[in-house]
Structures are given as structure tokens and as C-alpha cells.
């Protein structure tokens, strides 16, 4: 069982940046391929950006440019740095691991971003 806990959300002006972070338990971190999704009030669950076990990158086009996904295997953590925040990016950030023996996927318990003035 892989758990997983993110922090570093909260509430930012537009224009401001926030970095989230996901720190993950298990030994075998660097085999997850991790995303962070988010889910704005009545909205369907949304992916914002991937990164694979050799660190290859994708994004949502609403986020290319502003967001960049990065991950430290030495710390089990996946980071998300949101930089040019907008207010249509207020959502609940979920940080998602797969591991490919499975596959099985584990979700975190979000953390919520707010841009707004």
C-alpha cells in the first residue's frame, strides 16, 4: 500500500505562485509514473500534469507554460510549481501514483489552491 500526502496549498493573488508537493511512503518511488490532478466545485476531475519514471513531462494545455511538474526520488516527492496563477486554476490539487505491477493507482487526499483577490 502506497500512501501519499500533499501540501502547499492555499490561497494566492492572481498573478502569485504556489509549489505543491507529494510526498509518497514505499521503496520503489522511482517506478510510479505520478500525476497531480484537480477538480474545481462541480466540475469533473481534470489532468493537469504527468511525469513518468524517466522524468518525461505532459501537460494540460490550460496549464503549458505556467506549471512544471518535477519529482526527487531521493525524497519520494513529486513537486507541482504553479507560477502565473489564474483564478479559473482554484481546484482541490490530488497527487496520483501508478505503479505498473498492476497497474494500481493510489490518490492523496488533496489540497486546496485558491487564487483570487
Known amino acids: 500500500q502506497v500512501q501519499l500526502v500533499e501540501s502547499g496549498g492555499g490561497l494566492v493573488q492572481p498573478g502569485g505562485s504556489l509549489r505543491l508537493s507529494c510526498a509518497a511512503s514505499?521503496?520503489?518511488?522511482?517506478?510510479?509514473?505520478m500525476r497531480w490532478y484537480r477538480q474545481a466545485p462541480g466540475k469533473e476531475r481534470e489532468l493537469v500534469a504527468t511525469?513518468?519514471?524517466?522524468?518525461?513531462?505532459n501537460y494540460a494545455d490550460s496549464v503549458k507554460g505556467r506549471f512544471t511538474i518535477s519529482r526527487d526520488n531521493a525524497k519520494n516527492t513529486v513537486y507541482l510549481q504553479m507560477n502565473s496563477l489564474k483564478p479559473e486554476d482554484t481546484a482541490v490539487y490530488y497527487c496520483?501514483?501508478?505503479?505498473?505491477?498492476?497497474?494500481?493507482?493510489?490518490w492523496g487526499q488533496g489540497t486546496q489552491v485558491t487564487v483570487s483577490s
Open positions: 514505499g521503496s520503489i518511488f522511482s517506478t510510479y509514473t
Open positions: 496520483n501514483a501508478m505503479n505498473p505491477i498492476g497497474p494500481r493507482y493510489y
Open positions: 511525469i513518468t519514471p524517466a522524468s518525461s513531462t
